[in-house]
């Protein structure tokens, strides 16, 4: 018969497994709760004001500004996940129960989850008006709902499992070194799923990448190519690499550790790297910020409008200018080139 372990206490676990589980403040564990507030902070504060930017601008009512909208809360959570991990890390973890210990974990796999799988939703989508030559997608707003709540359901269902039996606690011997109360199995499971959910995101961008610069080459041919539309493709490039840089930087090393933990690797050093690549993984929420709103013309303006709203004054009326983007806005369409946003 099969004997678990309910009534143990983490250190317990952690003792069995091999992490060192330390009773007082060193060097190191400082530096860590010190930059892992550091990055929360930004991350709550940017991401904040994504959500506020397109809550309160109408012209972001869209499916892509919805799933923009959704990443930010996602980023949002991890920050408020990894806030609760910093304060409760370092020789606070030897106190903890194992219900509390199982929380602060969910909380982390639960807005990671949710942060990866918006980014492949926001992929697709970009991938479809891009290649449709469309500046928003045409899905409804009933369908764009019921994907983001697929979207946390998926991240719950990953988060809360290893809280629900996929555990080591009736099986020490499967215990990992990286998370001394999960299942390695589990590690493995998550990591792949991961690494697939990466795999796809680069193949999607790829492909965007692709397509954009041989419609570049074809169409610097004619003499019809309006130099608005070429800006808007080398925009295209830049952020399609900026994303791609960014996602694999942060993300690919936590993941490749996670799965070296997960398959049981002896000689690996798991442990010295694991709160490093953790961090990584959440500058992350900063630089998806970053990458999918603050390049948006739109959406730094509005910034500018609710970081400066007592001193904000709009924009004087100019019929010149009105004039120069109302031409600009008939010669794209005549020339069969309809503007996109430079954001993906």
């Not at 796999?109 to 939703?121: F, G, I, K, Y």
Request: charged share 15%.
């Amino acid at each position: 018969m099969t004997h678990c372990y309910y009534n143990e206490t983490v250190e317990f676990f952690y003792n069995k497994s091999g992490k060192e589980l330390c009773h007082h403040w060193r060097a190191k564990d400082v530096l860590v709760v010190v930059l892992g507030l550091t990055v929360s902070i930004i991350v709550l504060l940017t991401n904040l004001l994504v959500i506020t930017a397109i809550v309160i601008n109408k012209r972001f009512h869209y499916p892509i500004y919805y799933l923009l909208g959704n990443l930010a809360a996602a980023d949002l959570f991890a920050g408020i996940a990894y806030m609760f991990l910093m304060f409760h890390t370092g020789p606070r973890t030897a106190e903890l129960s194992l219900k509390t210990w199982f929380i602060r974990q969910s909380l982390l796999d639960t807005s990671l989850t949710a942060s990866v799988v918006n980014l492949l939703a926001i992929a697709v989508e970009r991938h479809q008006t891009v290649f449709t030559m469309q500046l928003h997608s045409t899905m409804s707003n009933q369908r764009v709902m019921i994907l983001i709540c697929c979207i946390w359901v998926t991240a719950l269902l990953l988060g809360l499992i290893p809280s629900y039996g996929w555990h080591c606690l009736c099986d020490l011997d499967n215990c990992s070194k990286m998370a001394p109360l999960y299942s390695r199995s589990y590690l493995t499971f998550w990591a792949l799923s991961n690494l697939f959910i990466f795999l796809v995101m680069v193949v999607v961008y790829t492909h965007i990448f692709v397509y954009v610069k041989r419609k570049m080459a074809r169409m610097s041919k004619h003499t019809s190519f309006h130099p608005r539309y070429k800006e808007t493709m080398i925009n295209l490039i830049k952020t399609v690499i900026i994303i791609l840089s960014a996602f694999v930087i942060c993300w690919t090393p936590g993941q490749v550790v996670l799965l070296l933990d997960g398959l049981g690797c002896k000689s690996c050093n798991v442990l010295a790297v694991e709160k490093y690549f953790l961090l990584l993984a959440e500058i992350n929420s900063v630089i998806n910020a970053i990458v999918y709103s603050y390049r948006d013309n739109e959406m730094r303006s509005t910034f500018r409008r609710i970081l400066c709203f007592p001193c904000y004054r709009p924009p004087k009326y100019s019929p010149a200018s009105v004039k120069s983007s109302n031409t600009e806005q008939r010669i794209l369409p005549q020339n069969g080139h309809p503007s996109m946003d430079s954001s993906l």
